[in-house]
């Protein structure tokens, strides 16, 4: 491998974050990105300080392109993440829940050390 491809693997592998997208959750986000007619959209999570345990969870669709920014594809439908925002969410994976229950995108967080009733935000 020379030096110039080791660079560019590196590179790539420094423009992604470790948050996974359950294909339901790809197809539910695509399929509402398509109901706007935008294909310039991409699914940001983001944590903030707030909420009744800390740190709140920010989960939106947006066309900005953050400085820092990491980005992982899953069928189409980019995942973004800022670098502030990444060590928080290392390993977590965004799903898409529709039972009689409950409906609507979930995060499921192992670095959350505990959360409040609601299941907004987490310490």
């Known amino acids: 491998m020379s030096q110039e491809t080791a660079a560019e693997a590196t590179k790539t592998e420094e423009q992604t ?3 996974t997208l359950t294909d339901a959750a790809a197809a539910k986000a695509k399929a509402l990105l ?3 007619g ?5 699914l940001r999570i983001a944590v903030q300080p707030g909420g009744c345990a800390g740190l ?3 989960l939106f669709f947006d066309e900005r392109s953050l400085d820092g920014d990491l980005l992982r594809d899953f069928g189409g439908i980019e995942v973004a993440v800022d670098r ?6 290392q390993g977590a994976t965004i ?3 529709d039972t009689i229950e409950k409906q609507g995108f979930t995060i499921d967080n ?5 959360s409040c009733a609601c299941g907004d935000s987490f310490h």
């Open 17 to 19: 974050h470790g948050v």
């Open 34 to 36: 398509d109901q706007e």
């Open 38 to 42: 935008r294909d310039d959209m991409r």
């Open 56 to 58: 709140r969870y920010q």
């Open 84 to 89: 502030m925002s990444a060590p928080y969410v």
């Open 95 to 97: 799903d898409f829940v």
């Open 110 to 114: 192992p670095n959350a050390g505990g």
